[in-house]
């Protein structure tokens, strides 16, 4: 049996390689420019992915959330469970008439549905996940009793805490764009703002300079991987057949 | 129609959001979000098969680039009967996963490196104001403090000046970005609960 398990599995890793190796080679094909083989490799990726994708909501979401509970819920006495079985079903049946132009109007019943409950997420997720921690994180940098605990020399701290409080308020003026008409008919913002926008501006600069330097170093790593994997699988078929 | 979409949207967002500050709700938003998570499903298959009507109409009319679309539709039909024979825990499957389509979303970080370095370049040539100037210093010190150089680290780089941009200067300008973005998604949700704004038609 584990005899068995090994041949199956020497070919799939093998494969796996081979499949690897030929789809980094047309990936990084586009280097030399946009060419047939860099096409050939992307569309065959996206169509593998989206089917890989379709699968997994398939068996990950459908079967167990919409198919399973089917049966139970029809032969169950309660009246409750099967509305709460049999709604998604409704939905799912008004979406799939989005195929026929003529019916289409019926899915948005179900859109809006997803729409508001989008909605009600994103506020929930604006709030409590990124301006209630944002602020937060902000006002504890001049907690004298917060830098006395993890002991921190407050003026250190609160220094520091007034260039980040700086760079959150400057940048969020950069984005002001309301501005009023001039003498000569221009339109400029006003001057005050202007000025609080420009120290902005040098925050911004700074902020997106280090995302970039972070992208460049993942991307950096990926090619480093990649061109590693090229030559661990030239190293293995020379020690698979003996080249 | 118009009403009838604009109440459930408003409904359905309203009771999930209620479900996140009163515990009396939370019943009906698990319910709700369980609802919204089948359906987002199934979307997502009807966006997929559009993907399918898309490129075979382009097959069928033979316009330039339908060999492309056809390879595009071997690979989704190939994959959608296999995984949904065999799931995606399936030897196959995962052959499909750990020898296309991870290497290529790697591939495709790699390119990455090429075309940033070259769009770095070209910010350069084409934009030297205060903050091009700023955005390509600000990287260039980082990288001097986290690159291994062949003669050692740089004093002061490494240890003093890349954690002090990181996690001082650019953090406050990321603050305010992420604080801009939110209070942007927090009002586009609210549009949306107050029926200001109505993206899922229905005339």
């Known amino acids: 049996m584990q005899g068995k398990v090994n041949k199956m599995n020497i070919p799939l890793d093998l494969l796996s390689g081979v499949l690897s190796f030929l789809f980094t080679i047309l990936i990084l094909s586009y280097l030399i420019g946009d060419n047939p083989l860099f096409r050939i490799a992307t569309y065959l990726f996206v ?10 909501i398939w068996w990950q979401v459908l079967v167990p959330r919409l198919m399973t509970p089917l049966l139970p819920a029809l032969n169950s006495d309660s009246l409750a469970l099967k509305i709460f079985v049999l709604v998604p079903w409704l939905g799912m049946a008004f979406i799939l008439m989005k195929i026929s132009p003529r019916l289409s109007g019926i899915a948005s019943l179900t859109m809006a549905f997803l729409v508001g409950a989008g909605a009600a997420v994103i506020i929930a997720g604006a709030v409590t996940g990124t301006l209630i921690p944002q602020f937060e994180a902000t006002i504890n940098f001049f907690d004298r009793d917060l830098a006395a605990a993890r002991n921190i020399d407050f003026l250190e701290v609160a220094g520091n805490g007034a260039i980040i409080l700086a760079g959150a308020v400057t940048s969020l003026v950069y984005f002001h764009f309301g501005a009023r008409p001039q003498a000569d008919g221009s339109m400029r913002r006003f001057g005050l703002i202007e000025i609080i926008a420009w120290v902005g501006r040098i925050f911004i600069g700074i902020t997106l300079g280090a995302i970039f330097a972070g992208v460049y170093a993942a991307a950096l790593t990926a090619l480093i991987e990649r061109i590693s994997s090229i030559f661990d699988f030239i190293t293995l078929l020379r020690t698979t057949f003996g080249l | 129609m118009r009403i009838i979409t604009a109440v459930i949207a408003i409904a359905t967002g309203t009771l999930i959001l209620l479900g ?51 390879l595009l539709l071997i690979g989704l039909v190939g994959t959608l009967l296999v995984g949904m024979l065999l799931t995606p825990r399936h030897p196959v499957m995962q052959l499909l996963l750990n020898g296309i389509i991870l290497p290529v979303e790697a591939a495709l970080m790699a390119l990455l490196a090429v075309s940033l370095l070259y769009a770095a370049i070209r910010l350069l040539r084409r934009r030297t104001d205060v903050m091009g100037i700023v955005f390509l210093l600000t990287a260039i010190i980082l990288f001097l403090g986290s690159a291994t150089l062949p003669f050692g680290d740089m004093p002061l780089f490494g240890t003093l000046i890349h954690p ?40």
């Open chain 2, 20 to 70: 996140y500050f009163f515990e009396a709700f939370t019943d009906i938003q698990t319910l709700l979000l369980n609802w919204a998570v089948i359906l987002a499903g199934v979307a997502a298959i009807v966006g997929i098969f559009n993907l399918i009507a898309v490129h075979a109409d382009k097959i069928r009319r033979a316009e330039k680039g339908s060999v492309y679309s056809a």
């Open chain 2, 164 to 203: 002090w941009v990181t996690q001082i200067w650019a953090l406050g300008g990321a603050r305010g970005i992420l604080i801009g973005v939110a209070l942007g998604t927090l009002t586009t949700g609210l549009r949306v609960l107050f029926g200001v704004d109505r993206p899922y038609g229905g005339n």
């Open chain 1, 47 to 56: 169509g593998i992915a989206s089917g890989y994708v379709a699968t997994v």
